[in-house]
């Protein structure tokens, strides 16, 4: 069975300092991962996506990695600001399927 | 401005009574999905349709009912056989073509609870 871990569950922070939350899949065939942000409330919107053969990607402050040998991915957040609060999601998809597999989330909270 | 919007936003049911969710995309998007979301759980999939007029239960479709009469609506009616329905209710679309690649869109989410 697919499934995607998530760690930490939560995380609380202060503002300006640096995060990193880690995804464990087990997804086969693997296609791609990507990683979303839900703020309260809201629906998930997508941060980054990821290939096989892509080992980093950044969108801004947001860099997520991936080692598709350990089948593990993990998104570090630079120089957190309050607008970071919010719902971190790892989605991966298998390959030939239009149905992703979610992870749970890490609560991200940032404190001033 | 294209996307999807969901409504209502909040919705409030009572015992026995069927209540149904609006998906709206102005995306011109083949598939669309509607999950459900509770506190500490992933989302999870209730039904999908890849084309008009054509939809398969996900994981949890129990209790729940669609139609897809048009590409752009998906409308989800939460039954009275739904035994727990208190919960946040997302639906997401996606262009048809490489499918494990293409990024979901999700709407804003409806919030449905049961007196």
């Known amino acids: 069975k697919n499934q995607v871990e998530q760690s930490p569950q939560s995380l609380i922070i202060l503002e300006g300092k640096n995060c990193t939350l880690q995804c464990n899949y087990t997804v086969s065939p693997f296609s791609n991962l990507r990683w979303y942000k839900q703020d309260t409330g809201r629906g998930p919107v997508s941060l980054t996506i990821?290939?096989?053969?892509?080992n980093t990607k950044s969108n801004g402050r947001y860099t997520a990695t991936l080692d598709a040998d350990t089948k593990q991915s993990s998104l570090h957040i630079t120089a957190s600001q309050l607008s970071d609060s919010a719902s971190y999601i790892c989605?991966?998809?298998?390959?030939?399927?239009?149905?992703?597999?979610f992870g749970r989330g890490t609560s991200l909270i940032v404190h001033p | 401005d294209g996307g999807i919007t969901q409504s209502p936003k909040y919705l409030f049911r009572k015992e026995g009574q069927n209540v149904t969710l609006s998906c709206e995309q102005n995306l011109n998007h083949d598939a669309m999905y509607w999950y459900r979301q509770d506190p500490g759980q992933g989302l999870r999939l209730i039904y999908y349709?890849?084309?008009?007029?054509?939809?398969q239960k996900g994981d949890i479709a129990e209790g729940y009912s669609v139609s897809r009469e048009k590409k752009e609506s998906f409308p989800l009616t939460v039954t009275s056989a739904q035994k727990n329905p208190t919960a946040f209710y997302l639906c997401?679309?996606?262009?048809?073509?490489?499918?494990?690649?293409?990024?979901?869109?999700f709407g804003p989410g409806t919030r449905l609870t049961v007196l």
């Open positions: 989605v991966v998809s298998a390959g030939g399927s239009y149905i992703p597999t």
């Open positions: 349709s890849q084309i008009v007029n054509d939809f």
């Open positions: 990821m290939t096989f053969s892509e």
């Open positions: 997401a679309s996606t262009p048809r073509g490489t499918s494990a690649y293409n990024e979901q869109f």
